[in-house]
C-alpha cells in the first residue's frame, strides 16, 4: 500500500467514527420519516434499538459470559490494530509464498496443514439474485418434510418478510420451524424503509419475532450481541438434507434491488452445515454459552449425490478463536499464479490489500468488483481509499452498475462464496460462514454466471478518480463499521 498521511488520520479518527455513526442513524430515520408506512415508526424503531442494546450487554453477559469475554477481547485487539497496521508508513508482506497452486490438490493439502477443517462431499448449485434465491427457497418451503431451519443476519419486517413469514407460519402446522436471525442487524434494518415501496398501504408488524409466533408453531430466537459483535450468517437448512448459504437476507432489497449470490447445497456436508445451525440455535436459547453443557443431539450426514464433489466449509467465529475465512483467503492470494477475482461491497482489510497489491505486483490478474453505489457513503468512500493502492499496484478494479452484495472469490483454481465482507469484522470478530471449492467445473460456473457477465457490465476505476482527501480516513473508519 502506499505511503499516506498518517498522524492526521489516527487524530481524527474517533470523532469521524462517532460522526459517520450519526449521519447513518440520520439517514435511515430520514427515509423512514419519509415512507412511514414502509418501515417501522421511529418510536417503534427506537424503542427495539433500545431493547436490542440492552439485550446485547446485560442479557450476553448472564447467558453468554464466555462469548462476552472471547468476543470483548477480540474487538479490543483487533479494531485497535487494524488501524496501527493500516496506517505504518511501510510496506510489508506476510509470511512466504506457498509453492502449492491454488486449484490444486497439493493447495487443499495445505490448508488441511494449516488446520482448517477437511473437506466433504456436496453438490452445489448457484443462486444468483433475488430471483432465483428467492424461487429455490419456495420450492424448499414447499417440498419440507421434517424441519424448516433458518437463520439471516436480517430479518427484516417488509413486505417480502412478511409474506415468508405467512408461509412459515402456514408451514410451521407441519414441520418443524426455526427462525433465527441477528438482534441489533434486524432491528436497524427495521428502521430503514427499502428503496422500492411494497404494496399500497403496507403497515410492517412492530415486532417480527412476535409476528413470526402469534397463532403458530414457529419458533423464534435472536442472536445476541456482546461488544456489538454480530452474527452475519446467512443459512438456510431443509430436512438437514439441503442447505443454502451465501449473501442474502430476508428482505425486499435481497429480493429484487440488490446483485447478489446464494449456493444451494445437498450431500453429506450438509451435516456440518446443520450443526453450525443447531450450534447458533442453541446458544441464542435460554442457557446460551451453558447450553453445550449437554449433548447438542446426533445430527446425522446426508448420503452422498451424484454430482458431489469436495467442498470446504470455512468460519469466522471471535468466540471460538476461528479465522478460516481469512486464513484461506490470505493464502489463496498469497499463492496465486495466474488470477484473483473478487466481488464484494465491503472492502477495507488491510492484510488482504497488502496480498492483493503484491499479487499485482507480480504479475497476476488482480480484479475487484465493488458497487457503483453501496450502501453506506462512508463505506463507499473507505472502497475508494482501498481502489488506490491497489490500482496503483497494477490491479483493475471496476465499478458494478448498482448495489452489489455478492462475497465472491476466484484465486485460479480455487473459489469460495459466503457471507463474509472484506473488513476486520468479517475477517476477525462477527461469526461468518463461507464454503470453498477447487472442482474446475464448479469454479468455472462461477466464472460464467457471476464474472465474466460482472466485468462486461461494470466500468473499470481510474487512478484519478480514487482522488479524495477523505478516502484515506474513510478506508480507516470504514474497517471498523
Known sequence: ?????????????????????????????????????????????????????????????VRQPVTTLRSGLAVMWHRPREVVSGNLPVSFEFGDRPEEVPGTEAFE???????????????????????????????????????????????????????????????????????????????????????????????PPGDIRRYLRDGSRVRVRRSLNPWLVCDHTKLLVFDRRTAILGGMNMGREYYSEWHDLMVKVEGPVVGTLA??????????????????????GNIHSPDPVAGGIPLRVLCTDAARGKTEVMDATLLAIRAARKRVWIQNPYFAHDETAIELAAAARRGVDVRVILPARGDSTIMDAGNLGTARGLIEAGAKIYRYPKMTHMKAMICDGWAQIGSANLD???????????????DPAAVGQLE????????????????????SPVAPLAESIADQL
Request: proline share 6%; net charge neutral.
Open 448 to 467: 460464467r454466471r457471476v464474472f465474466q457477465p460482472d466485468f462486461r457490465v461494470s466500468q473499470r476505476i481510474a487512478l484519478e478518480e480514487t482522488s
Open 424 to 438: 476486520v469484522l468479517s475477517m476477525r470478530i462477527n461469526r461468518e460462514l463461507n464454503i470453498a471449492f477447487s
Open 275 to 296: 450443526r453450525e445451525f443447531n450450534n447458533a440455535w442453541r446458544k441464542a436459547g435460554p442457557w446460551g454459552d451453558f447450553s453445550f453443557l449437554t449433548p447438542p
Open 109 to 203: 493439502v495445505l490448508l488441511d496443514g494449516e488446520g482448517l477443517r477437511r473437506r466433504e462431499s456436496g453438490r452445489i448449485s448457484l443462486l444468483v439474485d433475488g430471483r432465483e434465491f428467492f424461487g429455490e427457497l419456495d420450492r424448499q418451503l414447499a417440498a419440507a418434510r421434517s424441519s424448516v431451519e433458518m437463520q439471516f443476519f436480517i430479518y427484516d419486517n417488509d413486505d417480502v418478510a412478511v409474506r415468508y413469514s405467512d408461509e412459515l407460519k402456514r408451514r410451521s402446522a407441519e414441520v418443524s420451524v426455526k427462525v433465527l436471525y441477528d438482534d441489533l442487524g434486524s432491528a436497524f434494518a427495521h428502521t430503514a424503509a427499502p428503496e422500492t415501496l411494497g404494496p399500497p398501504g403496507f403497515e
Open 1 to 61: 500500500m502506499p505511503e499516506r498521511p498518517k498522524i492526521s488520520r489516527l487524530a481524527a479518527l474517533p470523532l469521524l467514527l462517532l460522526a459517520a455513526s450519526c449521519g447513518s442513524l440520520q439517514s435511515n430515520a430520514g427515509r423512514s420519516m419519509e415512507r412511514r408506512p414502509q418501515a417501522s415508526d421511529p418510536v417503534t424503531g427506537n424503542g427495539q434499538l433500545a431493547a436490542s442494546g440492552f439485550r446485547a450487554t446485560a442479557v450476553a453477559a
